[in-house]
């Protein structure tokens, strides 16, 4: 094979509980793809956020390109990101921001490498083409959220009601879900990293946001693609999730969205508090996330 794009990506992972088995699928079929090149110095870095930790990062491995970083407690998805890129001491020109819930194929490198070759320098971010298991396209870009297109989505599939159709060919997009992006370092580090106020979800939206507030291009390009495993809108729903989530929401509504909509739109979750906090006994489906909204009460409206 062509000498791998260890050079110009430097890939980090965030693990959190759950994705142990993920992790090993996903360094495997990466490390299939290098196909015996010699990869001198680390070009990934995992970051342990479970509550257990992760036995290679504790024990060492054969993997001489991979390294690990253990916080005290779980950052969150953007800060763990803005962790591993303030430990990397010479950073390659992107940072790969990775779910560890991917499968790479095997010519990975060289569907990476051409890639790169087609971001133009207005290029902030670039995004590949997301699969199924089964071969299928996955949603994985959208427009900007905004009150209407909010409330239009309601009435979709919660699978795909954020997201836009899968463009056929390369393309800019407004954003590209975090599950796996590659961002420009130099872009990265002017626009300050990931915002950390979100814990979760919608720190991917901010981050494209930011970058088009500052006329940086996000690109999806579909001839490089990874298969994503377990997409989030797929799993069942999570109380302790749905409580980051719509906190996340507030705050991007309060950055980037006029007054009046963040007013509507707070206005509307408390009356969904109101009603989903109680016991209704007409809707017993809204009982599977009583106690994420019960939560979800504490949660300032205003960030």
């Known amino acids: 094979m062509s000498k791998p794009p260890t ?28 196909a015996g090149a010699d990869v001198g110095e680390p070009f990934l870095t995992v970051v342990d956020n479970t509550t257990e930790g992760i036995p290679v990062l504790r ?5 001489r390109w991979l390294t690990g970083i253990r916080p ?7 800060a763990a990101v803005n962790l591993a890129r303030r ?11 990775c779910n560890a819930d991917l499968v790479f194929e095997p010519d990975w490198p060289e569907r990476l490498i051409e890639a790169l ?11 590949p083409r997301l699969r199924n298991v089964d071969g299928s ?13 909010l409330l239009a989505g309601r009435l979709r599939s919660r699978v795909v009601r954020k997201y836009g159709p899968t463009p056929g060919q390369a393309s800019d997009v407004d954003w590209a879900t975090g599950a796996c992006l590659l961002i420009r370092t130099a872009v990265l580090d002017q626009i300050g990293g990931f915002d950390e106020g979100f814990f979760l979800d919608y720190e991917d939206t901010d981050l494209c946001r930011r970058l088009a507030d500052r006329g940086l291009r996000r690109r999806f390009d579909p001839a490089w693609s990874v298969v994503h495993t377990r997409p989030n809108a797929s799993r069942p729903p999570n109380p302790v999730r749905l409580v980051h ?10 950055k980037h969205r006029p007054a009046w909509e963040l007013r509507a739109l707070a206005t509307m979750t408390r009356v969904t508090l109101a009603v989903r906090s109680s016991d209704h006994p007409f809707a017993p489906c809204w009982r599977s996330g009583l106690e994420a909204y019960r939560q979800l009460r504490s949660v300032p409206i205003h960030p």
């Open 7 to 34: 050079d110009q990506v430097h890939f980090v992972v965030v693990v959190a509980d759950g994705g142990l088995a993920d992790l090993g699928r996903m360094l495997a079929s990466l490390e299939a793809g290098l």
């Open 59 to 63: 024990t060492g491995g054969s993997r």
């Open 72 to 78: 005290e407690s779980n950052l969150g998805y953007g």
């Open 87 to 97: 430990r990397l001491a010479n950073a390659p020109p992107w940072i790969a921001a």
């Open 117 to 127: 070759g087609r971001a133009e320098p207005d290029v902030g971010l670039l995004a």
């Open 137 to 149: 396209d996955q949603p994985s870009v959208g427009p900007f959220p905004t009150l209407a297109n």
């Open 245 to 254: 989530s719509r906190a996340s929401l507030m705050r991007y509504f309060a």
